[in-house]
């Protein structure tokens, strides 16, 4: 941020110039300026267009940063042909006030007047004191907010599976977190190899976009690992249900939405496919001649609702070339666009794209078409052609 947004409360009805430098490892640095008249303050501030230091001011935040409290700067003349910070905007003085948080020093904030405003009382003193305490709080929000966020992408990247080699099969997945703290949660996609030759693709979606729906989807997914495993000849319909009993009584989650999907090679080099739907948007499937459909069956309602309703499992044979896609509804759904829309857009999108590389195709489809509002994922399979 280059300027201080909402200038009206402090620039300049407080002061005619506002500046913020923060600490960092190297004493301080230049975070953000505000200025009452446009032009006078470089819209950046590195190191070719940012002012010099005037003495007074180094001196005032030198003492700030090791612990001084509000400095009050009566301004020197400025000499012909200098260029520094106070110079430009003709101060005649300066309130340096700490921004500090338990004692913490996080910053300091520089406010100015020139000789045409009247002189800073101690009222005004005091107010930029309230100023730099809110700021501090702020600060320490947005710390709070970026630490949570990194903590959530960690554990979803850590959780999310590296795709095993399959013969015969190309994998691909893409994930892709929210731009927003508030916005890092439960999405998640799995590969596990089954017996036969066989494989489990799995895609997923915990209620709720926090560290702990974070938490709850690493639970749900290694359980559901686990039931594919353990009864692999069951139906995905019938492993889901099992997953769905065993979230009521564990309470692994609140709500979840699921694909479970069961891919087996047959020796004609196509590859049959059962699957079930619990309230997740449909798997796409892309063939070689550029037709996609979506594949509607094996479709019932989202995991935590009616844990002892029976699940449907739908089959369909994947032809050599086809493309498999399963995705979270980031992609496809947001704020300012219907699911509609959206399975529309991925449909035309997927089928112009198809003759990408499989990696290349998810994150085209990640780029272009996800809300980076909402966390997107996206698992894919394809089938060779035949030679």
Known sequence: MSRIRGQGPLVPRLADTAVIDL???DGYRHSAHAHHAAGVLPESWDASSAPAEH??????????????????????????????????????????VPIRLHALTIGALTLTRAPASPPFTEADRVLAEEVARRTALGLDNTRLHAAQADIAATLQRALLTDLPAVENLELAAHYQPAQHAAEIG???????????????????????HDIQAASRMSELRNMLRALAVDRPEEDPGQILRRLDTAQARLTLADSATAILARLHPAPDGTWDMAWSVAGHPPPLLLTADGNATYLAG??????????????????????????????????????????????????????????????????RLARDLGDDRDDITLIAARIPTVR
Do not use: N
């Open 23 to 25: 600490a960092d490892r």
């Open 55 to 96: 003495p007074l001011h180094t001196k005032a935040l030198a003492g700030i940063f090791q612990g001084a409290g509000t400095q009050h700067v009566k301004v020197s003349p400025a000499t012909a042909g200098e260029r520094d910070l106070f110079t430009l905007v003709e101060a005649e003085e300066a309130l340096v």
């Open 186 to 208: 439960g999405d998640w996609y799995d590969a596990l190899p089954l017996d036969h030759g066989d494989l489990a693709l799995v895609i997923g979606d915990v209620t709720g």
């Open 298 to 363: 094996g479709h019932t309602i989202l995991l935590g609702v009616h844990p002892t309703r029976d699940r449907p499992t739908a089959r369909t044979t994947l032809p050599p070339g086809a493309t498999l896609i399963l995705y979270t509804d980031g992609l496809v759904e947001s704020r300012t666009q219907g699911l509609d829309t959206g399975m529309t857009r991925l449909r035309r999108h997927a089928t112009t794209h198809r003759h990408l590389p499989l990696t290349q195709l998810c994150a």
